[in-house]
């Protein structure tokens, strides 16, 4: 390379670095603008809310002070009635004008705490008011004895006391002094948004500037190195374009392929649809059959040949009768079931805020807020934004179509039972809060009653708050209402904080079961409705080499067990005729307590291991395997664990 080349070249190389130099601080100093403007623009927001909060406080004060005056009239004016009628009824109005107005001078007080000026003349209308009260009390008195004439002069002269003038006086500096106060608070915030936004627009130029000269600065530097660039990249593009063709054409071909199968997936299970729960009991009893069936005409198959025949035919009418039940599923109505995730509950709210925008109407507002715990629930999210579209329809009928809709998630932790049946635990609190009528006692009693319902005929079914009930309560959490008439209602929806690692750790503990331990010779009483079950049920125990004997009635169960025992177990179905299986049990455990006890079904619907008592429970269909395990695991009298209640 020589001097000639080299040179060049270096300054090349300079001006790159200092193009790069300069791209840099151009983009800190965009950095910073847009920084700035986020800053001013939330001062300048956070001062106008101040304002619009100041100027409500000044309109409540002087509106409060105006109805104090009219107050004051009022009784003054029943009191005079009162001089003339004599009338116990109007001196009682006279009373309670002239009581509430006492109240009116509390709250007027309490809401100018924070202004000494204010505070000063309030003390100064107390002081007049009850002088005035004691003017209007002794005439009040006259009257109560019948003294008239001595109740129309003190009437008349009350009519012409200086204490009068001083009320309307005082009222009207306290309105004058809130409204001048009120005046200087809106001055001075429209000069502070007038500075920011002045402050706004030259930083708003600068960044403006910046970004011209850094479009400029780009567009030299994309000349030069195109210019370097575009003799030795023609033959390299056009290789590229056509890789990236071929590449494009098949990932869109793998989409669409991806898309389809997606489609055709959704089309069957739109197809199979939600077993419901009985017929789900009977199409699992089919299954314990077949399963039944084939595994023990495969143990019997060596030693008894001519059993494997029995074994199989019983197997095959299961599974016809199964067949037939799947195809009448077909035909059923179903209802779509819980798809349970992790949902961030202010996430979700927020992303609805079109919808109750447009739901709501623009009379109303909508204000969302949450505490910044970023707590997590495990709930439907379509059920969970139709709780919320339901609670804020509700609001938006009790406001009459305006007011202030109110959504706010926070953190909890509760004490068991501290909200209605709620466990002990970390739980997410949504409160829909809104400004309406409210409901008295007798209707915030029934408001959870299905078909239960306060609005005209045509305009609600009585479910909404049902149905809310129901998906709280299944996703394992409680719901609490208050209300207060005239103020508005307070709904509240407590959902357990979810922590995924814990889901982890669960699924892992069932993945890895423990070899069942061998255990033989046990007198086992089996109890089942369904002839072929029980068949299949007494048929697996005896090749456990167990003593099996079939019960297909509850209610023969005690006579059985007096007269064909002792027994070790009792193996019993849930749903059954004339008795349910707790209930047997029930009654069974009683004459023996210490029998073991082991509940088989069909029905997924049915309970967890604590709604047994603790005691073990099998799903059907089951293999023998997983008998062997629950018979260990009953005669052991180690409760199973709720997450491990499935099919075996």
Not at 602 to 615: I, L, N, Q, T, V
């Amino acid at each position: 390379m020589s001097g000639n080349d080299a040179e060049p070249r270096l300054v090349d190389q300079a001006r790159a670095v200092w193009r790069g130099i300069a791209l840099a601080v151009m983009a800190l100093l965009g950095t910073g603008i847009v920084v700035a403007l986020i800053v001013i623009l939330s001062d300048t927001t956070a001062q106008r809310d101040r304002a619009l909060k100041a100027q409500s406080h000044s309109y409540d004060v002087m509106i409060l002070a105006r109805t104090l005056s009219g107050t004051i009239a009022h009784a003054e004016a029943a009191l005079g009635r009162y001089v003339m009628s004599r009338d116990q009824l109007v001196g009682r109005e006279y009373y309670d004008e002239w009581s509430s107005a006492r109240n009116q001078i509390d709250r007027l007080d309490a809401l100018t705490s924070d202004n000494p000026m204010q505070q000063h003349l309030i003390d100064q209308l107390r002081a007049t008011y009850e002088e005035r009260g004691k003017e209007l009390a002794i005439t009040a008195l006259s009257t109560s004895y019948k003294k008239d004439s001595q109740a129309y002069s003190r009437f008349y002269a009350a009519g012409k006391s200086a204490t009068l003038r001083d009320i309307d006086r005082q009222l009207d500096a306290i309105i004058d002094s809130e409204h001048g106060l009120l005046d200087q608070r809106v001055a001075a915030a429209a000069a502070s948004i007038q500075r920011s936004n002045t402050v706004a627009m030259i930083l708003a130029v600068f960044g403006m500037l910046i970004l011209i000269a850094a479009v400029v600065l780009g567009w030299l530097t994309i000349g030069v190195m195109r210019e370097r660039a575009v003799a030795r990249a023609d033959a390299d593009i056009e290789r590229e374009r056509s890789a990236a063709l071929e590449d494009a054409v098949n990932e869109a071909t793998q989409a669409l392929r991806a898309q389809e199968a997606k489609l055709r997936q959704v089309q069957k299970m739109e197809a199979v649809g939600q077993l419901t729960g009985g017929i789900a009991h009977d199409f699992n009893n089919m299954l314990a059959v077949v399963l039944g069936g084939l595994e023990l005409a495969r143990r019997t198959l060596k030693s008894d040949p001519a059993g494997v025949g029995r074994h199989l035919d019983n197997a095959t009418e299961g599974a016809n009768r199964a067949a037939a039940l799947t195809r009448r599923l077909l035909a059923f109505s179903r209802e779509e079931a819980l798809n349970p995730e992790p949902l961030a509950p202010i996430a979700t709210i927020e992303g609805m805020s079109d919808l109750l925008d447009r739901t709501l109407g623009d009379a109303i507002t909508v204000e969302t807020s949450d505490d910044g715990s970023s707590w997590h629930v495990w709930a439907d999210r379509h059920e969970l934004e139709n709780t919320i579209l339901n609670l804020a329809v509700n609001a938006r009928d009790a406001m009459d179509g305006r007011g202030r809709l109110t959504i706010r998630a926070s953190a909890r932790t509760l004490a068991a039972n501290e909200i209605g049946h709620c466990l002990a635990g970390d739980h997410v609190a949504i409160a829909v809060s809104d400004t309406g009528c409210g409901m008295a006692p007798e209707v915030l009693e029934r408001v959870f009653e299905p078909f239960f319902t306060t609005k005209p005929v045509g305009k609600g079914t009585g479910l909404g708050l049902s149905q809310i009930f129901a998906f709280v309560r299944q996703s394992g959490g409680e719901i609490a209402i208050t209300s207060v008439e005239g103020e508005g209602t307070t709904v509240t929806l407590y959902l357990p904080r979810h922590v995924g690692a814990g889901d982890v750790v669960a699924k892992a503990d069932i993945a890895t079961p423990s070899a069942p331990p061998s255990i033989r010779g046990l007198g086992v009483l089996v109890v089942e409705d369904d002839p072929r079950v029980l068949n299949a049920t007494i048929g697996a125990l005896e090749e456990l080499k167990h003593r099996a004997v079939p019960c297909p009635d509850p209610l023969d169960a005690p006579r059985i067990l007096d007269d064909l025992g002792p027994f070790d177990l009792v193996i019993t179905d849930v749903l059954m005729p004339g008795q349910t299986g707790p209930e047997m049990i029930a009654g069974l455990l009683g004459r023996r307590p210490d029998l073991s006890v082991l509940f088989v079904t069909g029905y997924a619907g049915e309970g967890s291991a604590a709604d047994f008592g603790g005691r073990p429970v099998l799903r059907k269909p089951f293999t023998i395997a997983g008998l062997e395990r629950a018979i260990a695991d009953a005669v052991a009298d180690r409760p199973t664990p709720t997450d491990q209640l499935a099919a075996e």
